[in-house]
């Protein structure tokens, strides 16, 4: 009844004009990405919706700008250069409120792109390690064709589709991206001991990829009872989960779950959450939701920023006026975590770049853009120490913000603010 075509086959659907979602992160449908690229040539003016993709996306080649227009709901590395070259947009939003771009057909979709397990005896597929907004692009798009990869976990939660849903399919066997997680630095780590100092037990986390985060999963081996409430994770949460360390049992909302919408890692992780009950994949719109996130008490969230400024304005997404990632689920967190009985809002950073400049400074650089308000933040985190900002007023901030500083930039950063407001 139903049958595989091949990657060139499948996008031929896709006419001029149109506008495409693909699925995020390491369930990127890398064969149909390529199969449209290869057709630059006859294609005008289509429109590519994505959050972070993992892989090669050569649709978003300068070459091809006639063909292909890319537009960022969070920007990552392999396209981040669009943006510059003219071919590349960034549209701001909240990752809790990416699937209303489609239920309310702001951002109409043509076509989406996914990629699934293979269906079980019932016929039904798991859309596998990514499930952020593409149940709302599949409910939205007027043709849906997906990947069938052997190698794709199936995920318990929301992210269950039937095979009938799929307009066209390819099939595969292929491994899943994998990221691999380098060693936390001796900065890291200490900006991991204090976090871990902040967690209390029956805690619920939400922390995402990176090294930060590891550092702070590698130091809660003697917490008890925590739990799980987090745009994604990675292979840092495996060994705590095996220990009991994290058991989701204090959890205020699905509880006994590890609750996620979206996962990267090794094939450790990959094979870990396939077929794992405890595991619960949903929508973006479910698990960051404020209304939800807050239910959980003592959620903790936890979060990087690129700079911050002595009133606690934190920017997240863009290195002065260049757009570098996006505003993600940032703030979602940020809100339902402060909102939490007993729970703690925490940004988290070096205190300096690679280059030595400082992360904390008097004010934004020019173009910088605010994620996180100064009303919203709660607690800060460098290398040097904890500064709680809530209900702090603003001179109070600039005294905890300077103790967290560089010590060689702390002079500086105190005189340069006060001479400007002076």
């Known amino acids: 009844m139903y049958k595989s075509v091949t990657a060139a086959e499948a996008v031929k659907i896709i006419k001029s004009n149109d506008r495409i979602y693909i699925q995020a992160a390491a369930a990127a449908p890398q064969e149909l990405m390529d199969a449209l690229s290869d057709r630059h040539e006859e294609l005008r003016n289509v429109e590519i919706c994505h959050l972070h993709l993992e892989g090669e996306a050569k649709y978003a080649?300068?070459?091809?700008?006639?063909?292909?227009?890319?537009?960022?709901?969070?920007?990552?590395?392999?396209?981040?250069?669009?943006?510059?070259?003219?071919?590349?947009?960034?549209?701001p939003v909240f990752l809790s409120e990416v699937p209303l771009l489609f239920k309310r057909n702001i951002l109409p979709v043509d076509v989406a792109l996914i990629q699934v397990s293979v269906p079980d005896r019932h016929g039904y597929c798991s859309l596998g390690v990514s499930v952020e907004a593409t149940?709302?692009?599949?409910?939205?798009?007027?043709?849906?064709?997906?990947?069938?990869?052997?190698?794709?976990?199936?995920?318990?939660?929301?992210?269950?589709?039937?095979?009938?849903?799929?307009?066209?399919?390819?099939?595969?066997?292929?491994?899943?991206?994998?990221?691999?997680?380098?060693?936390?630095?001796?900065?890291?780590?200490?900006?991991?001991?204090?976090?871990?100092?902040?967690?209390?037990d029956r805690s619920t986390l939400q922390m995402g990829i990176g090294t930060i985060p590891n550092a702070v999963l590698y130091r809660l081996g003697n917490h008890k009872d925590l739990g799980l409430h987090t745009e994604m994770f990675s292979d840092g949460v495996i060994d705590l989960i095996l220990k009991d360390v994290i058991n989701g049992n204090y959890k205020g909302i699905d509880s006994g779950r590890a609750l996620t919408t979206f996962l990267m890692g090794s094939k450790r992780l990959y094979d870990y959450v396939d077929d794992n009950p405890f595991v619960e994949m949903r929508s973006c719109d479910y698990v960051n939701?404020?209304?939800?996130?807050?239910?959980?008490?003592?959620?903790?969230?936890?979060?990087?920023?690129?700079?911050?400024?002595?009133?606690?304005?934190?920017?997240?997404?863009?290195?002065?006026?260049?757009?570098?990632?996006?505003?993600?689920?940032q703030m979602d967190f940020i809100r339902g975590a402060s909102l939490s009985e007993g729970g703690k809002a925490i940004i988290a950073m070096p205190s300096t770049t690679k280059k030595g400049i400082s992360r904390i400074v008097p004010f934004l650089n020019?173009?910088?853009?605010?994620?996180?308000?100064?009303?919203?933040?709660?607690?800060?985190?460098?290398?040097?120490?904890?500064?709680?900002?809530?209900?702090?007023?603003?001179?109070?901030?600039?005294?905890?913000l300077v103790k967290i500083a560089h010590p060689d930039h702390r002079e500086h950063i105190e005189k340069a603010y006060f001479d400007a407001i002076c």
């Not at 292909?68 to 920007?75: A, G, K, Q």
């Not at 911050?308 to 505003?327: E, K, N, R």
């Open 289 to 329: 939701d404020v209304s939800n996130i807050k239910q959980n008490p003592k959620m903790v969230a936890i979060n990087s920023a690129i700079q911050i400024d002595l009133s606690g304005q934190v920017c997240a997404d863009s290195i002065g006026t260049q757009m570098y990632s996006g505003v993600g689920g």
């Open 61 to 91: 080649n300068p070459e091809y700008k006639d063909s292909f227009h890319v537009n960022s709901l969070f920007i990552g590395k392999n396209v981040r250069h669009t943006l510059k070259a003219g071919n590349g947009s960034y549209t």
């Open 366 to 400: 020019q173009g910088a853009g605010v994620v996180t308000t100064r009303a919203h933040v709660q607690y800060i985190v460098t290398e040097y120490g904890v500064a709680n900002l809530y209900g702090k007023t603003i001179k109070q901030r600039v005294t905890e």
């Open 135 to 200: 149940l709302a692009a599949i409910a939205n798009a007027k043709h849906v064709i997906a990947l069938i990869n052997n190698q794709m976990p199936r995920v318990h939660g929301e992210g269950i589709i039937h095979i009938s849903e799929l307009d066209t399919f390819v099939e595969v066997d292929r491994p899943i991206p994998e990221f691999k997680m380098p060693e936390p630095t001796e900065v890291e780590n200490k900006i991991g001991d204090y976090i871990a100092e902040l967690i209390d």
